[in-house]
T-cell receptor
Framework: SAVISQKPSRDICQRGTSLTIQCQVD?????MFWYRQQPGQSLTLIAT?????????ESGFVIDKFPISRPNLTFSTLTVSNMSPEDSSIYLC??????????FGPGTRLTVT | GQQLNQSPQSMFIQEGEDVSMNCTSS?????WLWYKQDPGEGPVLLIA?????ELTSNGRLTAQFGITRKDSFLNISASIPSDVGIYFC??????????????FGQGTILTVHP
């Protein structure tokens, strides 16, 4: 399976600021996804990052709050904009190729104060 | 949207015991996946199931894709302390419009006492 890295691994941010999270894969992949995992909760899909076009957002998530870029088949970014304490979560990217299996990065642990 | 009901929510067992957890859905899934998440890490894929009735093993882990395509279970035999973690089921909804989108269960927290 692909090796996936995320930066930063964790951050503490002030309310009202924005943070951009990077996801890098060591091989080209078809699908890239961004998830949020709130404390003690399961994973919720934020959006599918589409290469060369706008991301596809799930219900409850909007581009203005979570802008996503995917400039090529190995890299994507997720920005958490105008943060509030409710945005404190683990943000995970995952990749898939061909089938429905997804492989996850190590996650970015965000705390908003 | 589709929801997965995963049970139990948590389990406290003795080392050496067998463990069983399951996921059910009100709708049909064409893929079932089982993941384990250790503290501070991302989920790691344990087993993938693609056919109704399929029974697949990975070491001490065994998972089955239910005949009705609405459920799956995961068994862990002879548990060891490193089995501690959160186990998630995930499924891909048959006939869904979002290609590749997975739905996750709520997770089962496993604690193994030495």
């Amino acid at each position: 399976s692909a090796v996936i890295s995320q930066k930063p691994s964790r951050d503490i941010c002030q309310r009202g600021t924005s943070l951009t999270i990077q996801c890098q894969v060591d091989s080209q992949v078809t699908m890239m996804f961004w998830y949020r995992q709130q404390p003690g909760q399961s994973l919720t899909l934020i959006a599918t990052a589409n290469q060369g076009s706008e991301a596809t957002y799930e219900s409850g998530f909007v581009i203005d709050k979570f802008p996503i870029s995917r400039p090529n088949l190995t890299f994507s970014t997720l920005t958490v904009s105008n943060m509030s304490p409710e945005d404190s979560s683990i943000y995970l990217c995952s990749v898939g190729s061909g089938g429905y299996e997804q492989y996850f990065g190590p996650g970015t642990r965000l705390t908003v104060t | 949207g589709q929801q997965l009901n995963q049970s139990p929510q948590s389990m406290f067992i003795q080392e050496g015991e067998d463990v069983s957890m399951n996921c059910t859905s009100s709708s049909i899934f064409n893929t079932w996946l089982w993941y384990k998440q250790d503290p501070g890490e991302g989920p790691v894929l344990l087993i993938a199931l693609y056919k109704a009735g399929e029974l697949t093993s990975n070491g001490r882990l065994t998972a089955q894709f239910g005949i009705t395509r609405k459920d799956s279970f995961l068994n862990i035999s002879a548990s060891i302390p490193s089995d501690v973690g959160i186990y998630f089921c995930a499924g891909h909804h048959a006939g869904g419009t979002s290609y590749g989108k997975l739905t996750f269960g709520q997770g089962t927290i496993l604690t193994v006492h030495p």
